[in-house]
């Protein structure tokens, strides 16, 4: 079974520009979540998706922002960059999601640079 | 005060010995979840538990509810076993979310 595809592996981009990263659940999962990694802060989650619904969001302004399609696939998409978006980006994806203790599945992650 | 703390920070031990890593949370949680992860960013999910003790190779997990804590512990530690190993919690209350503890940045010299 394959398991959780991210892409792109790297990015860099200028502040003020948008990225949208992607996700691939493993096959069969309906939930996928993000997260933000930074060296200061840690991991932090952004948000779930489960069924195409948003179903929870963490403390993240709206430039924030995501999208699941009806094959679970996922986008993350962030607007009008930062030098504080600079950060390594997870996914992970699971049976039931997050909240009813489903084992998670992480992608490798995009990292993130803002210039 | 964060909802998810673990101890220690930082741990260096020598091939062959007993590692735990601890982790308070204060949190009403569904489940806990540890984690490792290795230079280069990949996580791994090594446990998810929300009563007892599970058990893999070794590495064991152990949880207790009503005390909100739970350890990771590694027995014959091993170089391969450096990374940072991280817990988090879903939380049961409010909103359904992971909370992430801060990482313990294990070391096993040979």
């Known amino acids: 079974k394959a398991g959780v595809t991210q892409t792109p592996r790297y990015l860099i981009k200028t502040r003020g520009q948008q990225v949208t990263l992607s996700c691939s659940p493993i096959?069969?999962?309906?939930?996928v979540s993000w997260y933000q990694q930074t060296p200061g802060q840690g991991l932090q989650f952004l948000f779930e998706?489960?069924?195409?619904?948003q179903r929870n969001k963490g403390n993240f302004p709206g430039r924030f922002s995501g999208r699941q399609f009806s094959n679970s696939r996922s986008e993350m998409n962030v607007s009008t960059l930062e030098l504080g978006d600079s950060a390594l980006y997870l996914c992970?994806?699971?049976?039931w999601g997050t909240g009813v203790g489903s084992p998670l599945h992480f992608g490798n992650g995009t990292r993130l640079t803002v210039t | 005060k964060n909802e998810v703390e673990q101890s220690p920070q930082n741990l260096t031990a020598q091939e062959g010995e007993f590692i735990t890593i601890n982790c308070s949370y204060s949190?009403?949680?569904?489940?806990l979840h540890w984690l490792q992860q290795h230079p280069g960013g990949g996580i791994v999910s090594l446990f998810m538990?929300?009563?007892g003790k599970k058990k893999h190779g070794r590495l064991i997990a152990t949880i207790n509810i009503q005390e909100k804590h739970s350890s990771l512990h590694i027995t014959a530690s091993h170089p391969r076993d450096s990374a940072v190993y991280i817990c988090?919690?879903?939380?049961?209350?409010?909103?359904?979310?992971?909370?992430f503890g801060q990482g313990t940045r294990l070391t096993i010299n040979p």
């Open positions: 988090a919690v879903g939380s049961s209350e409010g909103a359904q979310k992971l909370v």
């Open positions: 998706y489960f069924s195409e619904t």
């Open positions: 538990l929300s009563s």
């Open positions: 949190v009403g949680i569904s489940a």
């Open positions: 992970a994806s699971s049976l």
């Open positions: 096959s069969g999962h309906r939930s």
